[in-house]
């Protein structure tokens, strides 16, 4: 009882691959063996249709239904170089609004502009166990199909919250978590590796890769300390190190 | 005294956007303002040949000569999709061969295959002060042009030795260095937040994105915890983790 890929599902999941698309239908794509697991492993119920190439096996798919078409029309429906024969069409989860806090401390990131960077901070957030990222507009869609790869689709697991501006974003911190606010900064302010409560109850604030963010009064600064010779890393960097000096110390206590 | 830019010069940038033509000539490209800075810096003899498009203006290249095209030529010439109007034709560093450690630890990677990971890693070896990184045959060239854009050209600055597979490279370390060799595992071995000795004349092996590293006999694993609901993290993440511990531990001593 395989079903046949409609006109329309396939006109469907090309239009996902562009941003406008994707905010017509709030769909998005999931391809992939493990970001697809991921998928089914958070919720069967996100999947809007499931499609796989004719040769595709695998034994942790079997509560799918799959429309099944060819190996070649899989391939040209794919956005990767060598498809692996499955992709999801997967309804978008809803940015949170309100309510509590999920974690002990809290990651924002300003105006991230780069997809694959962006996916691989939500990967690194899930890893280190925290349930909520916050951003701001300005920051890549973090449902875009690059997004979604580099991320393994972990963005389905996590509460995203999204801004306007920094601004909105730390006045309601201060509501509803605390006045602890760090602004990383590549050049000063206090050591990540030495600030005492730096994990209690704090945002901290990440910017953009190229242009850093903008002056915000009464934020402490915090540093990575750099010995190498070097102005920056990565700002996906940054978050990792941060993220995993958060799990360094809860793992030493 | 502006020169022209030559058919052959032409020819030959074009060339160098392909592994081939890297091969032929020793040598490669390097593409816009930060990278460019990053090479003055480290060596100007590295420059064969300077190009500029002819509204390029920066203060920080004086002691350049350039060749000058037009702003459209210099689009067509480059590999960014909004070309910074900046180019090198640099020469292609040779791999070390042999010498003693410059480092109290080393980084070995074993066919890391994506040169945008390989990049970042390059880049963040050298912010946490490292003078040299080891790499098996099978990981991707670092010398091509995304693992230079993702580097900003800091592979420039480093010792890069190369060797024919994971055995030699082991062999080599503990004919050099020592025999405190790690091997990073997703899920067991000691923890690189309490293993004593971590940074203490060992060398530190990180697997293929895919596919890990083969078993090798008599090797320790090492293991980054993650407390989250998730497989593993990018092979670029983990390299970050392990060189900022180190930071860290001399930090606090």
Redesign the interface.
């Known amino acids: 009882m395989d079903e046949i890929l409609t006109k329309k599902q396939e006109a469907l999941i090309r239009s996902l691959q562009t941003r406008h698309g994707r905010k017509k239908s709030d769909l998005c794509l999931c391809e992939g063996i493990?970001s697809c697991k991921e998928i089914l492993s958070i919720n069967l119920q996100l999947i809007e249709t499931a499609v796989c190439s004719e040769d595709f096996k695998s034994d942790d798919f079997s509560s799918v239904d799959f429309v099944k078409v060819t190996a070649d029309k899989f391939q040209s429906l794919s956005s990767f170089s060598a498809s692996e024969g499955i992709l999801f069409i997967v309804k978008r989860p809803e940015f949170k609004v309100s309510g509590p806090l999920s974690d002990s401390f809290t990651i924002l990131l300003d105006k991230v502009s780069d997809p694959?960077n962006l996916g691989?901070i939500i990967?690194?957030?899930?890893?280190?166990?925290?349930g909520e990222l916050w951003m701001t507009e300005g920051t890549v869609d973090p449902f875009c199909n690059k997004a979604i790869r580099?991320a393994l689709a972990?963005q389905f697991?996590l509460q995203i919250r999204l801004f306007a501006n920094l601004a909105d974003a730390i006045c309601e911190f201060r509501r509803i978590g605390s006045d602890r606010i760090y602004i990383t900064n590549p050049h000063s302010g206090a050591?990540c590796?030495?600030e005492a409560g730096l994990f209690d109850k704090s945002l901290i604030i990440f910017g953009n890769e190229a242009h850093g963010t903008e002056n915000i009064h009464n934020i402490a600064d915090l540093t990575?300390?750099?010995?190498?010779?070097?102005?920056?890393?990565?700002v996906?960097?940054s978050v990792?190190?941060i993220l995993?000096?958060a799990?360094?110390r809860?793992?030493?206590n």
């Open positions: 493990k694959g691989t990967r690194t957030v899930r890893a280190t166990g925290l580099a972990s697991a050591s590796f030495t990575i300390p750099m010995p190498g010779n070097i102005d920056s890393i990565n996906a960097q990792t190190v995993f000096e799990v360094r809860k793992e030493s």
